[in-house]
C-alpha cells in the first residue's frame, strides 16, 4: 500500500516537472519583450519633451528635459538604463506624472485585474450553457441557433459593442453607470458589469464554439458510451464526464486569447473611462511618455507568460495524459 502511495506521488510529481523548467524558458521571452518594447516605444512619433512643454517651448528647456530623462543619451545606454532599473525593480520615472513608473501602476492595477478576472467569469458562464446546449442537440435547430449566435459575435467590435450596451442599459434604461470605477465594492461591481460583458460577449463566442466541438467529439467517447452501457443517465454523463473532458482545449484556448483580453483592456478602459492600466497605456502613448509605455507593456507581457503558465498547470491537473 505504501509502495503504491509512493508511486502514485512519483508519477504526480513526474507530470509537474515542467513547473521547475518553464520559468527558466521564460527569461529569454521576457527578454526579447522588453527589446522589442523599448524599440517600438522609441519608434513613436514626437518628442516626450516638446510634448510635455509644449509648442512654445525654447530648444534649452527641451535639451534639459531630454538630459533629466536620458533621453539625448544614445539608444543601446537608455537601454541598459532601463534594464538596470528592471534589476533593481524600478521602471524609471514618468515624465508625465512625475512620480516612479511601478508606483504609477500600482494605483492603476486594480481595476484591469478586476476586469480581466470577471470578463473571464463572464465568458465562461456565457459559454459552457450555450455550448452543452448546441452540444446535446448536435444538427437541429437550437445547435444551429448557437452556431449563428457566435458566428455574428465574432464579427462585432468590441468597442462597437461596448457603445452599444452603454446605449442600452446607461441611457435608455438608466440602469448602469457609464464610466469611472466607484470606490466602494457594491459600486465598483456595478461599474464593472458593462464593459466585463463587453469582452465576454467578444471571447465567449469564440469559447462556445470550441467548447461546443469539444463536447460533441466527448460524447461520442468510449468513457461517455461505457457510462451508458452502465445505466447512467444522460444528464449525469454529460455533466459528469462530457463536461470535464471538453474543458481542457478551452482552458488552452483561453490562454492563446489572453494576449488579446488583455489588448481589449486597453480599448475598453479608454471607451468606459475605467482608471486602470490600458487607460493609462493610452494616455501614455498619446503623451509619448516612453518609461510609462514601457513599464505597462512589460507587465501586460509579464502577465500574459503567467497566465500561460497557469493554463499549463490547470491542463496536467484536468487530463492525467497530457505531459509537458
Known amino acids: ?32 519583450i522588453s527589446i522589442i518594447t523599448f524599440v517600438l516605444v522609441r519608434l513613436i512619433p514626437g518628442d516626450p519633451a516638446r510634448v510635455l512643454l509644449g509648442t512654445r517651448a525654447t530648444p534649452t528647456a527641451i535639451a534639459n528635459i531630454r538630459a533629466q530623462y536620458g533621453l539625448d543619451e544614445p539608444i543601446w545606454l537608455q537601454y541598459l538604463y532601463f534594464l538596470r532599473n528592471l534589476a533593481n525593480g524600478e521602471m524609471g520615472k514618468s515624465i508625465l506624472y512625475k512620480i516612479d513608473v511601478l508606483k504609477l501602476i500600482a494605483t492603476r492595477i486594480e481595476p484591469t485585474i478586476a476586469l480581466v478576472i470577471s470578463s473571464i467569469v463572464l465568458s465562461v458562464v456565457i459559454a459552457v ?22 458566428t455574428f459575435g465574432i464579427g462585432f467590435p468590441p468597442f462597437w459593442l461596448g457603445l452599444m450596451l452603454i446605449i442600452l442599459f446607461s441611457v435608455k434604461l438608466d440602469l448602469l453607470p457609464v464610466s469611472g470605477y466607484g470606490s ?37 467517447s468510449d468513457v461517455a458510451t461505457a457510462a ?92 492525467p495524459r497530457v505531459k509537458l
Open 1 to 32: 500500500m505504501t509502495a503504491s502511495v509512493d508511486g502514485g506521488t512519483g508519477i504526480a510529481m513526474h507530470r509537474y516537472r515542467f513547473v521547475f523548467r518553464r520559468p527558466l524558458q521564460f527569461l529569454p521571452v521576457i527578454a526579447g
Open 129 to 150: 450553457p450555450l455550448a452543452a446546449i448546441a452540444a446535446r442537440n448536435a444538427g437541429r435547430a437550437p445547435d444551429h441557433a448557437v452556431r449563428i449566435i457566435s
Open 184 to 220: 466602494t465594492i457594491a459600486d465598483k461591481l456595478s461599474h464593472l458589469i458593462l464593459p466585463s460583458l463587453t469582452i465576454a460577449l467578444s471571447l465567449s463566442t469564440v469559447l462556445t464554439r470550441s467548447l461546443r466541438t469539444a463536447m460533441i467529439e466527448a460524447l461520442k
Open 228 to 319: 451508458r452501457a452502465r445505466g447512467m443517465p444522460e444528464r449525469i454523463v454529460f455533466w459528469r464526464h462530457v463536461v470535464p473532458n471538453s474543458l481542457v482545449p478551452t482552458i488552452n484556448l483561453l490562454a492563446v486569447n489572453t494576449g488579446w483580453l488583455i489588448g481589449g483592456t486597453v480599448v475598453i478602459e479608454s471607451v468606459f473611462a475605467l482608471p486602470g492600466m490600458g487607460q493609462l497605456l493610452v494616455r501614455a502613448i498619446f503623451s509619448r511618455d516612453y518609461m510609462v509605455v514601457q513599464g505597462v507593456a512589460m507587465v501586460f507581457a509579464c502577465a500574459t507568460v503567467l497566465v500561460n503558465f497557469l493554463a499549463d498547470i490547470a491542463t496536467v491537473a484536468a487530463d
